[in-house]
């Protein structure tokens, strides 16, 4: 896109580069010029069309709004990664690259004019970095080439699958580029993910460039081991850890890891729909204030459910106490790449440490998880350390692969891709508006389930659809046997009363438009279920986590299993957690008490999973 007020000059910006398309020789590529004449103009451009992958602004005509950098903000706070070149008079060339950090480079007016070839060549090769995939493109080099294998895997590019009588079914089903792509690590030439070397240390260094961090790094078994690297990293004996008691179960296990003490925030659940939302800020600075010396602050930044936390409110306060902050983004790595999230991105917030689960909602394989690095104090030579501890000798190459395209996916067309899913919900919730028994739920009930929601400046994301059932005359059971056997539709999540539904980085309006026709059916009546009284709603108070000592020494120390209803005055040994809504009731060194056991009798009518409980025994510490 070119931006000048000046009309005829352009005009004849756009005449001269595009006159040395042909030139330039790039058939693999489809060169488009979008010439607008005014700042509304280009923003409007930029918000409709994902497609514009470069801004050429000229300085001159574009006034006082240019010179002190506003338009480059405008540009950038809708897409942070589109590259924006400024054009001038040769003379002020400094002056103008000096007024914004954000210019990726100038170029003289009478260079656009004499040599548009080389100025057009640098903006696409500025192109052709960030579409860049280092490890995928060396990958599959590698692999096409049929390399006679005398290295691990056994199955030597898949021999052994296809000369068996009993097992080439295996092989047929993935085919064969699934087996010869299945490496040693052997190769030198694409590197060690221990070591971030060769294909794989240029790939991660994009990722960190991709989102604006100074470091960045794969993990192949997802992001439970990227968050318990972190936190064993950050972590020693006794250190107080303040953490989000709703955290994933792996932020648990980690600080008991790490043998640090942790300091839990409140959960806050709404019982009638089963949802928690983020801890209030105002407990979170009154456990700051109360513990100076904590090392580090532990939230989720995206909840199952999307409500989002005002991570920049956190970050500045902790980090006025030499706090670190890492946030666990595991269902928003998306947040960087359009303007309706990045308010909430845990990484524009400044946040020292973040996990992205690339799996969950954009485009990568399963397990395949993202750390992300901008802690000035980072002490990189433990890091690895840690990383080695946790970390596969023998890393699945295609994870990795899958992590590189991610990234160039995300980089190239991540705004487009979330502009589309955010228009097709939008178009979703339109429609159904008219539902009579159903409702999707917005902002407006989070506001009424939880009295932090204004005052904390809480966010919602559309794209986690969270429909209330709760009017219907049919079981949770029967709900889903009918959306997945009848309708082919397989649901996230079931409470009591809401179905969860992710519309990730591989929806489409199809899809939308079946789970409405599957919705409608529900409320109109028109299905054959059998109908049943709803469940009831969950206990309105979660008792609180009071420490007998270190989770730690419980968790190693010798423990036994005892019937729940004769625990009351022990200690527990283990996490127990009740699902939905996945809060633990009780953490490994913390007292067990009567009102425990009567929150899980109370969810014993609601045939809920309580991960921890077997057979009616949990573990304690031995007396």
């Not at 405008?74 to 897409?79: F, Q």
């Not at 009363?497 to 990730?504: D, E, F, K, M």
């Not at 279920?529 to 206990?539: A, C, I, N």
């Not at 409980?613 to 573990?619: A, M, N, P, R, S």
């Amino acid at each position: 896109m070119i931006i000048d007020h000046n009309k005829p000059r352009l005009i004849t910006t756009q005449q001269y580069l595009e006159s040395v398309v042909s030139v330039l020789d790039r058939s693999d590529l489809s060169l488009e010029f979008l010439a607008v004449n005014s700042e509304s103009a280009a923003v409007t451009e930029l918000d409709s069309d994902g497609d514009i992958q470069a801004v050429l602004l000229s300085w001159e005509t574009l006034g006082d709004s240019l010179r002190d950098s506003s338009i480059i903000d405008a540009i950038k706070s809708r897409r942070l990664e589109v590259p924006v070149y400024v054009t001038g008079e040769d003379e002020v060339g400094f002056d103008i690259v000096s007024r914004s950090s954000k210019i990726e480079a100038f170029f003289a007016l009478h260079d656009i004019a004499s040599d548009p070839e080389s100025c057009l060549a640098y903006i696409i090769n500025d192109f052709d970095d960030r579409s860049e995939t280092p490890f995928w493109t060396a990958y599959k080099k590698y692999a096409v080439e049929t390399n006679d294998s005398w290295h691990t895997p056994g199955h030597s590019g898949g021999a052994s699958f296809r000369s068996s009588s009993y097992i080439n079914d295996f092989y047929k089903f993935f085919g064969r580029n699934m087996f010869i792509s299945d490496l040693s690590v052997s190769v030198d030439s694409l590197g060690s993910l221990s070591d971030g070397t060769n294909a794989i240390g240029k790939a991660q260094n994009l990722v960190a460039n991709t989102f604006e961090v100074k470091h960045s790094y794969f993990v192949t078994n997802g992001s439970s081991t990227s968050n318990k690297i972190i936190l064993q990293t950050l972590l020693r004996e006794g250190d107080k850890v303040i953490v989000d008691r709703n955290c994933h179960k792996s932020v648990h296990y980690g600080i008991v890891q790490a043998r640090a003490l942790p300091l839990y925030l409140d959960s806050i659940l709404d019982p009638k729909y089963g949802i928690f939302a983020p801890p209030s800020l105002s407990q979170l600075k009154a456990f700051i204030s109360d513990n100076k010396d904590a090392k580090l602050i532990v939230l989720t930044g995206c909840t199952y459910d999307g409500l989002l936390t005002d991570l920049k409110q956190v970050v500045d306060y902790a980090h006025q106490f030499d706090i670190k902050v890492f946030i666990d983004e595991a269902w928003f790595a998306y947040s960087l790449f359009h303007p309706q999230y990045r308010e909430y991105s845990a990484i524009n917030a400044g946040a020292d440490y973040v996990t992205h689960s690339a799996h969950k909602v954009v485009s990568a394989f399963s397990q395949a998880s993202y750390i992300h690095i901008n802690d000035p104090d980072f002490d990189k030579d433990f890091f690895k350390e840690i990383y080695a501890i946790h970390t596969s000798t023998s890393p699945q190459y295609h994870l990795i692969a899958s992590l590189d395209v991610c990234r160039k996916q995300l980089e190239m067309e991540g705004f487009k891709v979330i502009n589309n899913l955010l228009n097709h919900v939008r178009e979703f919730k339109e429609q159904a508006a008219k539902f009579s028994r159903i409702r999707i739920l917005g902002k407006d009930d989070f506001r009424q389930m939880f009295s932090h929601f204004e005052a904390d400046n809480i966010g919602h994301d559309p794209l986690k659809i969270l429909i209330d059932i709760s009017a219907l005359s049919y079981s949770n059971q029967e709900i889903h046997r009918f959306l997945m056997d009848e309708v082919g539709l397989e649901i996230e999540k079931f409470t009591h009363s809401t179905l969860l539904v992710l519309l990730t980085f591989g929806g489409m309006r199809s899809k939308i438009v079946r789970l409405y026709n599957a919705l409608n059916k529900l409320d109109a009546g028109h299905v054959s279920l059998r109908k049943s009284s709803r469940q009831k709603e969950l206990p309105s108070k979660i008792p609180p986590i009071s420490l007998a000592m270190l989770p730690s020494d419980a968790f190693f120390g010798k423990r036994e299993m005892v019937p729940l209803q004769n625990s009351v005055g022990r200690i527990a040994a283990a996490l127990i957690t009740p699902y939905p809504p996945g809060i633990p009731l009780l953490v490994p060194g913390q007292t067990i008490e009567a009102e425990h056991i009567n929150y899980l009798n109370a969810l014993s009518s609601q045939k809920l999973t309580i991960q921890g409980l077997i057979d009616g025994e949990i573990y304690v510490l031995e007396n």
